[in-house]
């Protein structure tokens, strides 16, 4: 693990995944999360749900062939940012597993369809996957690296990357899932 602020953002994605709050990380939880995701997407939007649907099996088994205990179909805290620090975050996988479910999130929660999102379809994003919104305005002011009122499709993928790689802790994309305080 590269840095405290990693493992911090990494616990934060853990208790996240883990849906049912009891502590460890199953294919149910995954199934829960791939459900909260493309229930983001409209109906009749097939192309974002199946981008979202893909990516969080794959999430899943990255998780799996990594675990240490082969006898065992789920994953404790401490596996799971290990695993995240030494196989999710490498880049081929980090391109297929959380970027394809990214551009997917991104395209679901655009509906008027013009490539960004205002801070309303954004803060959307807090609501369906159950992100507590007290903090969604400030992510969003710090995410629009350029003002204009909009998260740019490169806004929103260097929010995602540094979210998940940077060990700086002044990176605005600390803030892709609100304040890190609120975690502690
Ligand atoms: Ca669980
Ligand atoms: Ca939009
Ligand atoms: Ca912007």
Redesign the pocket.
């Given at each position: 693990m590269k840095t405290d602020l990693q493992a911090r953002k990494f616990n934060h994605v853990f208790k996240w995944f883990d849906q049912n709050g009891d502590g460890w990380v199953t294919q149910d939880d995954v199934e829960t999360m791939a459900g909260l995701f493309s229930a983001v997407a409209e109906e009749n939007d097939q192309k974002n749900r199946s981008a979202m649907k893909r990516g969080f099996p794959h999430w899943w088994t990255l998780l799996l062939d990594a675990r240490e205990d082969k006898a065992s179909e789920r994953i404790g805290k401490q596996e799971f940012i290990r695993i995240m620090d030494a196989v999710v975050i490498a880049p081929k996988n980090f391109e297929i597993a959380v970027v394809g479910i990214v551009d997917g999130l991104l395209g679901a929660?655009?509906?008027?369809?013009?490539?960004?999102?205002?801070r309303e379809?954004y803060v959307r994003m807090y609501e369906a996957l159950g992100i507590p919104p007290t903090t969604s305005g400030e992510a969003f002011r710090r995410l629009d690296r350029n003002g204009d009122g909009?998260l740019s499709h490169s806004e929103f993928h260097q929010a995602i990357v540094e979210y998940y790689l940077s060990s700086d802790p002044n990176a605005p994309g600390n803030w892709l899932l609100g304040s890190l305080d609120a975690l502690d």
């Open positions: 929660l655009d509906r008027d369809g013009n490539g960004s999102l205002s379809e909009e």
